[in-house]
């Protein structure tokens, strides 16, 4: 099981930025790191799990939601075996605890389902104030 550990949530004015962190270890991470894509989903109070974006490792290829598009962007640092998610022009509806999340063998344009995803981070929470 991959280990995936959150940071760089917190409170923001609307406009603002943060950049969501997201390190990654154990399992079979480590040894098959280009089979892996990594992905960065949100959840509301009483919505369902949203999909943000995506990257898949060896190439860099990404996958953005609309919502976020042009505003937000995924990249990954192979020596940290860390990916980001840096978060620019925050509005009040992209309050949500952020989770980060890993899977093989998977890559496709257009939106994902949590369910696509194996291993999960526990959660940063972002609020962005009006």
């Known amino acids: 099981q991959v280990q995936l550990v959150e940071s760089g949530g917190g409170l923001v004015q609307a406009g603002g930025s943060l950049r969501l962190s997201c390190a990654a270890s154990g399992g079979t991470f480590n040894s098959y790191t280009n089979t892996y894509t990594m992905g960065w989903f949100r959840q509301a109070p009483g919505k369902e799990r949203e999909f943000v974006s995506n990257i898949r490792w060896s190439d860099g290829a990404t996958n953005y939601a609309d919502s976020v598009k042009g505003r937000f962007t995924i990249s990954r640092d192979n020596a940290k075996k860390t990916v980001y998610l840096q978060m620019n022009s925050l509005k009040p509806e992209d309050t949500a605890v952020y989770y980060c999340?890993?899977?093989?063998?998977?890559?496709?344009?257009?939106?994902?389902?949590?369910?696509?995803?194996?291993?999960w981070g526990q959660g940063t929470q972002v609020t962005v104030s009006s």
């Open positions: 999340a890993a899977a093989r063998y998977l890559f496709h344009s257009g939106t994902y389902s949590a369910t696509d995803f194996r291993s």
